[in-house]
């Protein structure tokens, strides 16, 4: 029986084209879109160009203005306007670029990239422009809510940018962002690009799955197989359950090494430009620069975070490693064993089947993908109000592409659509994460255009003999990443600087870890958890109470490892010195060390590190949001109906989602929670008292 056969699909119904949604957004004041994908280079060169004119021509207009013609329409407005109309084009060639299978495409986008984020920049130093909107400013005009809100944070985007500077350094700058703009571009690219192929034999593989071994392109001879370190779930299935110490040790030194000799110059050279970009601007450092927009403020309140933490998780952490050398004395015979970074995952894996039963592997069989996506999709219709219909995409640039249409179940409102392209392949992006393609945005006549999204995911792939099935973590990561897609399509936000997920960098994940908690929750796990053999098989409570020791037995580990990323992406950035004296690589490495586990020599895990870019000065968010969801959690933990409180959800809907960055982060928050914030329930989870 197939996951498909044990899981019911959909009813279709009308609305299962864009035509059919529009009709039904009509009554709303809304539409609907999808991305016109360009599949020819030419094509898509030729519509940048065109996007870029049009948006230079908006820009010109506002410019021409006369000091007695300026109003938030024409100015504050109108900037918001013009970047939503670019960014439709930019986010469509920026998704080819991750995902498209033709390498000419993938070329093209990371070019045509580049030049739309040289000449994005280049629109923070339009003079004439920022002359029309000092001259709205000036007239101290009575806003209020989220108008006021766009108005301050477009001022304050100039005077970041540098339009107070005298004019050569606001020339250097504008010089020096375009140049870090085409660099950080680079480093990504060669990230997707990069590849590592091992060859091991079935000896070298002792105790990796044979579902592994047996799968698409693994097994490559009698007794060959072919792992790829660049592939996520290839990389953990092997550093998991491999019991060769010397074979985790070659996968996490390649892991570790990829994009190398490409990218450690680059960061180099990225580090410099953000330093020198940062001095100009009045800034002590890029981490001062980049904290000031968030929650945290400035660096030193994000990097003392997580130095708290990391020495508050020491005696966990101490604890832990001594149960993994415990374990890794018995397996070896050798009473001097240390644990090594390329065996905290190993011997994390071996706790958690001989402690608490627990075996990853074997819990596989009740998450098949499919089963488990339409498990999701039936809880977030069941608790937030929704209905998700399948629909057939126009094109698709992967035969396994699928779209979905989101509608409010009680209003038959369309609020968006969203593709799933969640299976690996070459060229592809290699991380999970949701991609925005449209924005939500209310134009000067009040039509409404709704968002559409992209989950670009890379789970194991179905076999020819069994569907796609994820472990625990996996189905976790799914309802995360689908909690960031809700986040952008659930949104009620005017403007589209402000649209679904654009709020601070460190509270964005918040939203998205706080629904991870639904698949730790037994009546929850119920409704789609089966065994795709046998649907009568459900998860026994008894397993859900071990996964769930098993994870505070080792949560330590987990955190010292994310700590140590969130400190090294602050450090670099706050340590940094024009001139390029800090050696990224060994300044890296150090920290790492340090914090978590020695890493191998000769190994240069920032170069592979794609947070750098983007993210950087901003890894300690997943940290902070951390807590912040562990707080929001106890308004379901709290009730007596748990994880199915769906006044609480109405909340989460009405109170985090539909405002997006519309307003500020913290109220967001108090009226969730009803009161301040705590950290006690994060402790609390991770195991500090």
């Known amino acids: 029986?197939?996951?498909?056969?044990?899981?019911?699909?959909?009813?279709?119904?009308?609305?299962?084209?864009?035509?059919?949604?529009?009709?039904?957004?009509?009554?709303?004041?809304?539409?609907?879109?999808?991305?016109?994908?360009?599949?020819?280079?030419?094509?898509?060169?030729?519509?940048?160009?065109?996007?870029?004119?049009?948006?230079?021509?908006?820009?010109?207009?506002?410019?021409?203005?006369?000091?007695?013609?300026?109003?938030?329409?024409?100015?504050?407005?109108?900037?918001?306007?013009?970047?939503?109309?670019?960014?439709?084009?930019?986010?469509?060639?920026?998704?080819?670029?991750?995902?498209?299978?033709?390498?000419?495409?993938?070329?093209?986008?990371?070019?045509?990239?580049?030049?739309?984020?040289?000449?994005?920049?280049?629109?923070?130093?339009?003079?004439?422009?920022?002359?029309?909107?000092?001259?709205?400013?000036?007239?101290?005009?009575?806003?209020?809510?989220?108008?006021?809100?766009?108005?301050?944070?477009?001022?304050?985007?100039?005077?970041?940018?540098?339009?107070?500077?005298?004019?050569?350094?606001?020339?250097?700058?504008?010089?020096?962002?375009?140049?870090?703009?085409?660099?950080?571009?680079d480093f990504d690219s060669n990230i997707t690009q990069a590849q590592a192929t091992l060859e091991f034999t079935g000896d070298d593989l002792k105790g990796v799955p044979n579902s592994f071994l047996e799968g698409d392109g693994v097994k490559t001879g009698n007794d060959t197989y072919s792992v790829k370190a660049n592939v996520t779930w290839h990389f953990i299935n092997v550093m998991e359950n491999a019991q060769s110490e010397a074979t985790r040790r070659r996968m996490k030194e390649a892991r570790y090494s990829l994009a190398g000799e490409k990218n450690a110059a680059l960061l180099q050279s990225i580090l410099d430009l953000r330093t020198r970009i940062a001095h100009l601007l009045g800034y002590a450092t890029w981490a001062d620069y980049q904290t000031e927009v968030k929650m945290a403020g400035n660096g030193d309140t994000a990097l003392n975070f997580l130095k708290e933490l990391k020495e508050g998780l020491q005696p966990k952490f101490d604890a832990e490693l001594e149960t993994y050398r415990a374990l890794k004395v018995q397996e070896t015979g050798d009473p001097n064993a240390r644990i090594h970074l390329w065996d905290w995952r190993y011997f994390s894996n071996q706790l958690k089947k001989k402690e608490y039963n627990v075996d990853a592997e074997q819990l596989r069989v009740y998450f098949p993908y499919e089963q488990s996506l339409q498990g999701m999709f039936r809880i977030y219709e069941n608790m937030f109000g929704l209905q998700f219909n399948k629909m057939e995409p126009p094109y698709k640039w992967v035969d396994d592409l699928e779209l979905y249409g989101v509608l409010d179940a009680e209003t038959g409102e369309p609020m968006g659509m969203f593709y799933l392209d969640m299976f690996p392949r070459d060229g592809k992006f290699n991380h999970f994460a949701q991609f925005g393609l449209i924005a939500g945005k209310e134009f000067g006549d009040g039509l409404y255009h709704r968002p559409c999204v992209a989950l670009i995911c890379n789970f194991p792939s179905p076999t020819e003999d069994a569907p796609s099935l994820l472990s625990h973590n996996e189905v976790e990561t799914l309802f995360h990443e689908f909690g960031h897609a809700l986040h952008s399509i659930l949104t009620r936000a005017k403007h589209s600087r402000f649209s679904g997920t654009s709020v601070p960098r460190d509270f964005v994940e918040a939203p998205s870890q706080m629904l991870e908690n639904w698949v730790w929750d037994k009546k929850q796990l119920d409704g789609f958890a089966a065994d795709y053999r046998d649907s009568s098989k459900k998860i026994p409570s008894a397993i859900l109470d071990q996964l769930k020791a098993a994870r505070l037995a080792t949560i330590g580990t987990f955190y010292r490892r994310q700590l140590s990323f969130g400190i090294l992406d602050l450090e670099l950035h706050s340590q940094s010195k024009v001139g390029g004296s800090l050696d990224v690589i060994q300044t890296s490495n150090q920290i790492l060390s340090d914090v978590f586990l020695p890493v191998p020599e000769g190994t240069t895990f920032a170069t592979y590190f794609g947070h750098l870019t983007g993210y950087d000065a901003g890894y300690y968010g997943y940290a902070w949001a951390d807590a912040i969801a562990a707080d929001m959690a106890t308004v379901f933990e709290g009730s007596e109906l748990k994880y199915n409180d769906k006044e609480a959800a109405k909340r989460l809907r009405e109170s985090i989602y539909a405002p997006g960055g519309s307003r500020n982060a913290n109220d967001l928050i108090l009226e969730f929670l009803g009161r301040e914030r705590s950290l006690a329930p994060f402790l609390k989870s991770i195991g500090i008292e």
């Not at 280079?41 to 410019?63: C, F, R, S, W």
């Not at 004019?167 to 571009?185: D, H, M, N, P, Y």
Request: hydrophobic share 35%; aromatic share 8%.
């Open 1 to 185: 029986m197939t996951a498909c056969q044990t899981t019911p699909e959909y009813t279709p119904n009308s609305l299962t084209t864009v035509q059919t949604l529009n009709q039904a957004a009509k009554p709303f004041n809304s539409m609907l879109a999808l991305p016109d994908f360009e599949t020819d280079p030419a094509v898509m060169e030729q519509n940048m160009e065109m996007t870029i004119a049009h948006a230079n021509a908006a820009l010109d207009k506002v410019a021409s203005l006369s000091v007695s013609d300026v109003n938030f329409q024409n100015t504050i407005r109108a900037l918001d306007d013009l970047s939503y109309e670019a960014d439709l084009t930019a986010s469509r060639i920026y998704l080819m670029k991750e995902t498209s299978q033709d390498p000419a495409i993938r070329e093209k986008a990371t070019q045509l990239i580049k030049r739309y984020q040289d000449w994005a920049v280049g629109l923070d130093y339009r003079e004439d422009v920022y002359r029309s909107v000092k001259a709205y400013a000036d007239l101290q005009a009575d806003l209020s809510g989220e108008d006021k809100k766009l108005f301050e944070e477009t001022l304050r985007d100039y005077k970041r940018a540098g339009l107070s500077l005298d004019e050569k350094e606001r020339t250097e700058v504008e010089k020096l962002r375009k140049e870090l703009s085409a660099l950080s571009t």
